[in-house]
Nanobody, 120 residues
Framework: QVQLVESGGGLVQAGGSLSLSCAAS????????MGWHRQAPGRQRELVAS??????PNYADSVKGRFTISRDSANTVYLQMHSLKPEDTAVYYC???????????????WGQGTQVTVSS
């Protein structure tokens, strides 16, 4: 069974930095993409950043120039966050679009979420 385990997050003052990481484990075949979404109270979950198997990053306009997504060959995805703003406060969820085991189909998996709080 595939699991995504996140680490990082926490409390930081505005203008500060935080890093998140997410490791995918289990019987994993091809990974098409990995990324991060976030959900603030009372708001819908939104894409923050994603990175494809070709290492092409994609960012939400609100984080461009401040956040950097990367991944390694061990199916771990990272999110470096700089110049954080109070509006970045949310639960951040890791996600992965991958094949489990020898399946030909791709399935979307989610992590359990990690809280990021930016104080003003």
């Amino acid at each position: 069974q595939v699991q995504l385990v996140e680490s990082g997050g926490g409390l930081v003052q505005a203008g500060g930095s935080l890093s998140l990481s997410c490791a995918a484990s289990g019987s994993i075949g091809r990974v098409r993409a990995m990324g991060w979404h976030r959900q603030a109270p009372g708001r819908q979950r939104e894409l923050v950043a994603s990175i494809s198997s070709g290492d092409n990053p994609n960012y939400a306009d609100s984080v461009k120039g401040r956040f950097t997504i990367s991944r390694d060959s061990a199916n771990t995805v990272y999110l470096q966050m700089h110049s954080l703003k109070p509006e970045d406060t949310a639960v951040y969820y890791c996600n992965a679009d991958l094949q489990e085991g020898d399946s030909y189909s791709y399935t979307y998996y989610w992590g359990q979420g990690t809280q990021v709080t930016v104080s003003s």
